[in-house]
């Protein structure tokens, strides 16, 4: 990256790539950057003179860039994930994803009318991604303490009454997808309560008495959903 300072001060950014090209192109991008494409014919003082001759313009076009750059982004409502409440951004790019960056959930898509569906379906793949890690967490700590879980299908489900279920004659639980808003522990702790039905099929002192044994925090943490 090389600088080129102006008279009045200013100063413009490029970088050069040497191309089989008959005249000297340049590309502007929004972070003030000029990419730079020329013959080899074409000495770096003649490629100066070039962009000092067009720095009007060019200063001109990476503020338009910017000020564009800016009106992209959409700002949406937040989102709460894992215990926490992230703002959600939406910005216009041609990548198409949704990451968890610099403590905010942002959207990257050319199509903002799809926003929410692709924040949904992002939150569903990482919410089972981690109901798997903590499934396989619990079921060997049960093992470990000798107890043997039968094989068990796991369902991420969109429930209203319950935040998760056990059918232990069928090895199915289903897990509340709305518990991705609540920490990772409260989670873990739902996941608990439905494997302990499994040796205690009701809610008796035993049951919790075999919950608290295996997970001591259960109540801690399982108490965010009342």
């Not at 949406?76 to 951004?89: H, I």
Request: net charge positive; with cysteine.
């Amino acid at each position: 990256m090389t600088t080129i300072k102006l008279p009045d001060g200013r100063e413009i950014k490029y970088e050069l790539t040497r191309k089989r090209v008959k005249n000297v192109n340049m590309r502007i991008k929004a972070d003030g950057t000029v990419y730079v494409s020329a013959n080899t014919r074409v000495s770096i003082k003649r490629i100066e003179e070039i962009l000092t001759e067009r720095a009007d313009y060019i200063l001109n076009a990476v503020k338009h860039l910017q000020e564009r750059e800016q009106r992209s982004e959409i700002t949406a409502q937040s989102m709460r994930w894992l215990g926490k409440e992230y703002p959600v951004r939406i910005i216009r790019n041609f990548s198409e994803r949704v990451a968890l960056e610099e403590n905010e959930l942002r959207v990257f898509t050319a199509h903002p009318e799809e926003a929410q569906q692709k924040l949904s379906e992002w939150a569903v793949t990482n919410f089972s991604a981690l109901v798997e890690e903590l499934n396989a967490e619990v079921r060997t700590m049960l093992i470990s303490c000798n107890f043997k879980p039968p094989a068990t299908r796991i369902s991420i489900k969109d429930m209203k009454t319950r935040w998760g279920s056990c059918s232990y004659t069928r090895g199915h639980i289903s897990i509340n997808l709305r518990l991705m808003a609540y920490p990772r522990e409260t989670v873990l702790s739902v996941l608990w309560h439905e494997y302990a039905h499994y040796w205690h099929h009701d809610h008796s002192e035993r049951f919790y008495a075999f919950l608290c044994e295996h997970y001591p925090e259960y109540h801690r943490w399982n108490s965010l959903l009342r």
